[in-house]
């Protein structure tokens, strides 16, 4: 059975990487949801890739703050697409995680997307279109959203249009 996997370094990411496994379940898409760490459980990060890969992981959402290397820990251990979230957070606010996980090496690429909230639910959405290329109900699936949202524009703009 194919699914996404979602890694986070720490609990205390939860509360924002809900909003990625909320949207997996918007679409019914398959996901799996754990916590290990780069620093902190690297043993544990390396082995989770390596089985969730024979089980069927199509791609892998890392989200981490601070150092934030824990995206860049998969790509170092999977060429599946990783997508890294980069949490709010740490000294600089999210801004050292936003760059931490951004600045990968060439040939190590990791797609990352928006600081917090809006990052976890774009990484699902990102996770999405990359199985969409293989899923026909899921691509007319997510078409049918951005109609939803073009139309609520259009709804919010009559509310204010003068
Ligand atoms: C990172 O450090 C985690 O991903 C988290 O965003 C941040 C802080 O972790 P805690 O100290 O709250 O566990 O590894």
């Given at each position: 059975?194919?699914?996404?996997?979602?890694?986070?370094?720490?609990?205390?990411?939860?509360?924002?990487?809900?909003?990625?496994?909320?949207?997996?379940?918007?679409?019914?898409?398959?996901?799996?949801?754990?916590?290990?760490?780069?620093?902190?459980s690297p043993e544990r990060t390396k082995e989770y890739v390596k089985n969730a890969e024979e089980k069927g992981a199509i791609a892998f959402i890392a989200a981490a703050g601070m150092a934030a290397h824990l995206a860049g820990a998969l790509a170092a251990t999977t060429t599946k697409p990783v997508i890294g979230v980069p949490m709010k957070g740490g000294a600089m606010d999210g801004m050292d995680a936003m760059l931490s996980t951004v600045q990968m090496p060439s040939g190590?690429?990791?797609?990352?997307?928006?600081?917090?909230?809006?990052?976890?639910?774009?990484?699902?959405?990102?996770?999405?279109?990359?199985?969409?290329?293989?899923?026909?109900?899921?691509?007319?699936?997510?078409?049918?959203?951005?109609?939803?949202?073009?139309k609520a524009v259009e709804a919010d703009s009559k509310e204010i249009e003068v």
């Open positions: 059975m194919s699914f996404v996997s979602i890694i986070m370094g720490s609990k205390s990411d939860y509360e924002v990487m809900k909003n990625c496994a909320d949207t997996f379940e918007k679409f019914n898409v398959n996901y799996e949801m754990i916590i290990s760490s780069a620093h902190r190590m690429p990791v797609a990352t997307v928006a600081l917090g909230r809006t990052g976890a639910i774009n990484a699902a959405y990102l996770a999405m279109q990359i199985l969409a290329i293989s899923d026909k109900e899921l691509s007319v699936k997510l078409k049918e959203d951005r109609i939803v949202k073009s």
